[in-house]
């Protein structure tokens, strides 16, 4: 059964920092390309950082450019988002997406971040 499994979600103050992990299983976890993707109250998802499967590119949207980092580590079959630097307007729910070409893809049932004093 393939899963992704989200955690390490909460709510923080303004400037503080949390670290999301996605713990994938039920697939080739070193074969697929990660992504994180947020979805705002009341917006669309939007792509957040990508990165390749084995970790030799990563890419990270402006919005969040010097203040949040990507990485994974195969033997773990985790891929992490560490978020530095809160702001408000980080707020949403965070998924985790595994894709790769000819492949299926699969998404994670998301954790909710809350930056707020």
């Known amino acids: 059964q393939v899963q992704l499994v989200e955690s390490g979600g909460g709510l923080v103050q303004p400037g503080g920092s949390l670290k999301l992990s996605c713990v994938a299983s039920g697939f080739r976890f070193s074969t697929y390309a990660m992504n994180w993707y947020r979805r705002p109250p009341g917006k669309e998802r939007e792509l957040v950082a990508g990165?390749?499967?084995?970790?030799?590119?990563?890419s990270i949207a402006d919005s969040v450019q010097g203040r949040f980092t990507i990485f994974r580590d195969n033997a773990k079959n985790t891929v992490y988002l560490q978020m530095n630097g809160l702001k408000p307007e980080d707020t949403a729910v965070y998924y985790c997406?595994?894709?790769?070409?000819?492949?299926?893809?699969?998404w994670g049932q998301g954790t909710q971040v809350t930056v707020s004093s």
């Open positions: 990165i390749s499967s084995f970790g030799g590119v990563t």
């Open positions: 997406y595994a894709h790769k070409a000819w492949g299926p893809d699969y």
